[in-house]
């Protein structure tokens, strides 16, 4: 018994150092900076499609069979390079036809000019009669159209031969072949062979909602020019700068939507149709707050930051996140100009917390990433 009454005092002395130390324990330290507004770059990021500045169909104009591919699928091919030859020898034949009718015709037209120069003698001394002169001259003048006609029906056969070489009509990218030698194409809309694509320069087609485009428009002020630039997908690329295009006066009654067009040089060739790709579309700039990317505590439920307040403790402060600039976050709303908040030590912290502060500096780091 004198045992336990001896023990007693000395855990209830141990106990109250313990919680002496706990008192004395110094706050956590954490590190602050000071946000203040600056200019940040006003933009919107959309999914875009590359399209082909220029994409040719290439179909036959003539019936027959393939002879030949003359070009190596997926090469560049100069305007007007053979591609496809299709057997020529029916439309040679056309052609000779047609050469040999026009030659009758320009006989019978010398033949009926003749008769013309005769009468036009004859008929003065009334050797001949009007009507007969009139008749003659009737006559030439029908030589004169068959002519017309044959010469015609030449050019059409000269082109149907000339057809049976089939030519890119655009320099460009030529796919992959539609068909193969011997087979049997038409001149007809199903008969197409391959396609070229001038990708040299690219268009980027994004669809912005009109409330987005609105939303803009008005954190722009009155409307600067629009700049486009199409983001690399590897993040450690330069952006391509490019020039919008055109921009659509309706708005598609289904998504809502606005098309936007901007040209992108493709010197490389690396962009590709059908491709999808990041288009940021910059108007201006506008005051915002720019905070970095550690001192935001990400959630499904809300994104916050850590407040410093007069007294010292410490207040989780849900915001709005605008878009991501380098190791910056752009803040929409829930922050002030001239607030702290803390970008260090904020883990090991609870709500309403005292804490010491290690170092206060201004938010001026993120002013030089916030145009990028």
């Given amino acids: 018994m004198r045992g336990f009454l001896f023990i007693g005092p000395l855990l209830a002395l141990a106990a109250c150092d313990m919680a002496r130390q706990r008192q004395e324990a110094p706050p956590p330290l954490v590190r602050v900076v000071t946000v203040q507004a600056q200019p ?63 030659r009758r015709a320009e006989a019978r037209r010398i033949n009926a000019e003749r008769v013309v120069r005769r009468y036009g003698v004859l008929v003065s001394d009334n050797s001949v009669s009007a009507q007969d002169f009139d008749q003659a001259q009737a006559v030439l003048r029908q030589a004169d159209a068959e002519v017309a006609e044959a010469r015609a029906a030449a050019t059409r056969a000269r082109l149907q031969l000339e057809y049976a070489t089939v030519r890119s009509p655009i320099a460009g990218r030529a796919g992959i072949a539609q068909v193969t030698e011997g087979a049997f194409v038409t001149a007809s809309p199903n008969s197409l062979l391959t396609t070229v694509e001038d990708i040299s320069t690219v268009y980027a087609l994004v669809s912005p909602s009109r409330s987005a485009v609105l939303d803009l428009l008005q954190r722009a002020g009155n409307a600067p020019p629009v700049e486009v630039a199409l983001l690399p997908e590897d993040g450690r690329a330069v952006a391509i700068a490019g020039r919008l295009d055109f921009t659509s006066p309706t708005v598609d009654a289904e998504t809502g939507g606005q098309v936007f067009r901007a040209a992108f040089p493709n010197p490389a060739r690396q962009l590709l149709p059908g491709q999808f790709v990041r288009v940021r579309l910059q108007m201006g700039a506008a005051a915002g707050i720019v905070v970095p990317a550690r001192a ?25 996140l605008g878009r991501q600039s380098g190791e910056d976050w752009i803040i929409l709303n829930g922050l002030r100009p001239g607030e702290r908040i803390v970008i260090e030590g904020w883990q090991n912290v609870r709500p309403g917390q005292k804490v010491r502060v290690a170092g206060d500096k201004v938010s001026e780091a993120g002013t030089a990433r916030a145009g990028r």
């Fill in 40 to 102: 940040v770059s006003n933009v919107i990021d959309l999914p875009g499609r590359i399209q082909a500045v220029r994409s040719a169909e290439i179909r036959a104009r003539i019936d027959g069979i393939v002879e030949q591919r003359l070009y190596r699928e997926g090469a560049d091919v100069p305007a007007g390079a053979p591609l496809f030859r299709i057997d020529p020898r029916d439309a040679t034949a056309q052609l000779v036809q047609a050469q040999a009718g026009l």
């Fill in 296 to 320: 935001v505590q990400l959630s499904e439920q809300a994104s916050t930051v850590s407040v410093l307040q007069r007294d010292g403790t410490l207040a989780l402060r849900p915001v709005e």
